[in-house]
């Protein structure tokens, strides 16, 4: 990784945020995004450091035991690329559950985070998975694959 005015620290802190996560860290994104910052995943589309953080305190309400793992990354000049795992269990329930994913993140001049864009399968590695529609995903590919 190359480094362009901190950036690359800056990625490195904002990975170790990621593995550190817990509802008491939260608040030290105010130290690693814009104001303005801007996320999205297969979920959500959301602006606004305040928003993201509430992202956060939602998802420790909605699941038990939320993790991420960076097993890799690599970083061009302003933008951070890290791969990841997310561990969870479902509320009250015993199995775990694990996606898959790549981050791209973007630094503005200050080596704040004003993107993180989260790119994962959310049909294979969610929907597939659930009951009902985890059935109709499974036959709608089985069609389409032949």
């Not at 170790?16 to 814009?34: H, Q």
């Not at 993790?67 to 890290?82: H, K, N, P, V």
């Not at 499974?138 to 032949?146: D, H, N, Q, S």
Request: charge should be negative; avoid cysteine; charged fraction near 30%.
């Amino acid at each position: 990784m190359s480094d362009d005015g901190g950036i690359t620290q800056a990625a490195e802190a904002y990975a170790r945020f990621f593995e550190e996560l817990s509802p008491d860290t939260i608040d030290r994104l105010d130290s690693l995004v814009s104001e303005t910052v801007r996320f999205r995943d297969p979920f959500n589309a959301i602006e606004g450091r305040t928003n993201f953080k509430q992202l956060f305190r939602d998802m420790f309400d909605d699941v038990d035991e939320p993790r991420f793992e960076i097993t890799d990354g690599a970083m061009s000049t302003r933008t951070a690329y890290l791969r990841w795992t997310f561990t969870f269990r479902m509320r009250g329930k015993k199995r775990s559950w694990h996606i898959d994913g790549m981050s791209e993140i973007h630094f503005d001049d200050n080596g704040l985070v004003e993107a993180h864009l989260d790119h994962w399968d959310a049909a294979s590695q969610f929907y597939e998975k659930l009951p009902v529609i985890g059935f109709l995903y499974r036959t709608i590919r089985r069609v389409i694959m032949g």
